[in-house]
Every structure is written in C-alpha cells, then in structure tokens.
C-alpha cells in the first residue's frame, strides 16, 4: 500500500504566492464578469431589433464566439492580434478581453431569453399609461427580466472563476499559474493541486451562497410574497408599477 507524505507546512510556508494568484484570480474573473454583462445586454437588445442588420450582425457574434473553445481564443488574442495587426496586449489584458468576448455571447443569450419571458401584454400595458417604448424597457422589462437571469448569471460568475484558471498559459500570474511554479520550485505537486482545489471549491461555495442572498434580497421569486414580507424602497417601487398595469389591464378589457 502507498503511504503518501502529505505535507501542509509546504504549502503554509508559501501561501503567501497562492493568496496572491488567488487574489489576481477574482480580480479577472469580477472584471471580466463585469464588462460580459454589460456588453450581453447590449448583444441581447440587438439581436431582438427590428432593424434586421444588426439583429443578425449579433447573432453572428454570438454563434461565433460561442463556437471557438476559450483556450483557443486566449491563445489567439494574446499572439494572433499582435501578428496580424500588430497590438501587443499585456497578458491579463488579452485574458480580460478573451474572458469578456466569449462570456458577452453567452451573457446576450441568458438576457435575450429573459426579456421574452418578460409577457408582452405589460409593454402594451405601460403603452397604454403613456410610456414610450424606451421607458417601458427600462422600468418594466428590464427590472423582471433581471430577475429571471440573475440565477444562470450567477452559474456563469462560476464558471468564470473556474475558466479564468486557463488565462496561466499567456502568463498570467493567478492562481493556477503560482500554483504551477511553486510545484516546480518545491516539487510538492500533490499538496499544491491540493490547496488550489480546495481554494476553487471555497470560492465557489461563497459566490452560491452570496447569489442566493442576492436573490432574497431582490425578492425574486414572488413579488406578492415581497409585499407579505415588507421588502425594500425597490420592491415596493415595483410593486407599485405592477399595481398601474393591472389597473390599466382591468380598463382596457372593460372597454
């Protein structure tokens, strides 16, 4: 039988490096995450107009995108951009930018999904109260189709921190990559795999746990339940806008 000589005061000794590649982890993938919500939104809202260019320059953006495996585009935007057009990115910036692109398709997907779900009698509801079509998407569209993808938003922040591992083959000195170079300077791979597993898995944990705070704080799943439990300024404020629309759905069927 193999008896393996587990040796945590190896990794104790350097925990300050793992705290450090941890630390660069969040940072790219809360960066990333960041940018990718903005930029899927604005995907999302093309790919739903009328205007059939740019619905379908942004349907190939995210068919595209989505096809190419994130390995193969952190490598081709740190060396293949600087070939062929000759910009040189630093390697957390190429990692950034890869992260950002491949997530913003997936992210327009998630929000194109949520904003159908939202019932297109509330826009001709708030048509009806005098809202224009700007307002009506942004005060009542925009507010329950958040808390329809706000839930897979918080899978992908996930997959996020687990695929920001793959920006180590540019150089980028996060987790994986410090945890790369200490295994060839202690020869201790068994302990430091080990250590950047269990970093992974209490991240993961924490953001599952902050997401479903998140959802209760935003009083998600039932905005009749939110008024029972008393819910915020912004709850209310919503409540107070479904009330106007079903006040204007009631007239007009009496109509």
């Not at 398709?105 to 109260?129: D, H, K, N, T, Y």
């Amino acid at each position: 039988m193999l008896a393996i000589d587990f040796r945590w005061d190896v990794v104790l000794e350097h925990r300050d490096l793992l705290f450090a590649g941890l630390r660069y982890t969040l940072l790219i993938a809360t960066v990333a995450m960041g940018l990718s919500l903005g930029l899927g939104l604005v995907v999302a809202i093309s790919r739903l107009s009328s205007f059939p260019p740019l619905a379908w320059l942004a349907a190939a953006y995210i068919n595209v995108f989505r096809a190419i495996p994130l390995f193969v585009f952190i490598i081709y935007v740190y060396y293949g951009v600087s070939i062929a057009v000759g910009i040189n990115f630093a390697p957390v910036t190429a990692g950034i930018i890869a992260l950002t692109l491949q997530y913003g398709a997936w992210m327009a997907e998630i929000f194109r999904s949520g904003i159908q779900a939202v019932p297109s009698g509330q826009r001709e509801a708030a048509s009806s109260l005098g809202m224009g079509s700007a307002r009506t998407f942004v005060s009542i569209v925009l507010p329950q189709a958040l808390r329809i993808v706000i839930p897979p938003s918080g899978n992908m922040f996930v997959g996020m921190v687990k695929d920001s591992s793959l920006v180590s083959i540019i150089g980028v000195a996060e987790l994986v990559r410090n945890t790369q170079l200490l295994v060839s300077q202690t020869f201790r791979p068994f302990e430091f795999y080990t250590a950047a597993v269990l970093f992974y898995v209490a991240v993961t944990l924490a953001l599952s746990y902050l997401m479903k705070v998140l959802e209760r704080r935003l009083a998600l799943s039932d905005p009749l339940a939110s008024r029972r439990r008393g819910r915020g300024p912004l709850a209310r404020r919503r409540l107070r806008r479904l009330d106007e629309l079903q006040a204007a759905i009631a007239a007009s069927r009496t109509r």
